[in-house]
């Protein structure tokens, strides 16, 4: 059975706020559609920088995989790849937040 879908709109208030609460503060680096856009989240790391990509699982379920890959990256790979996922999803949004540990500050299963 799938999850009912929240708005990216909404969603991505809800995942500032949480930024905000856990004192890792993010920002929208690039606007998306606010009804059914997908969402890219940058983490700011102390060793580099990382890119989650939001996906869903078999089940339904909102998941997240580290789309730069397991180790960290510098701005230039974060960059290139944003571009590239822009090409294909123009109601995109972008998000990064301040991250040392490179978790996000919101609930996310990592697959």
């Not at 909404?10 to 690039?30: E, K, Q, S, Y």
């Not at 909102?62 to 990256?73: C, D, K, N, Y």
């Not at 974060?78 to 998000?95: N, S």
Request: charged share 25%; aromatic share 6%.
């Amino acid at each position: 059975m799938t999850q009912p879908r929240i708005k990216a709109g909404i969603w991505v208030r809800m995942a500032l706020r949480m930024g905000d609460i856990d004192n890792r503060p993010g920002a929208v680096l690039r606007r998306g559609d606010a009804d059914a856009g997908g969402v890219l989240v940058v983490l700011r790391g102390r060793e580099g920088l990382s890119v989650l990509s939001q996906l869903r699982s078999a089940e339904g379920e909102l998941a997240w995989m580290r789309a730069t890959g397991g180790t960290p990256v510098d701005q230039d790979a974060v960059d290139a790849y944003i571009t590239r996922q822009v090409k294909f999803d123009p109601d995109l949004w972008v998000l990064e937040f301040e991250a040392p540990d490179l978790l996000p500050p919101f609930e996310a299963k990592l697959v």
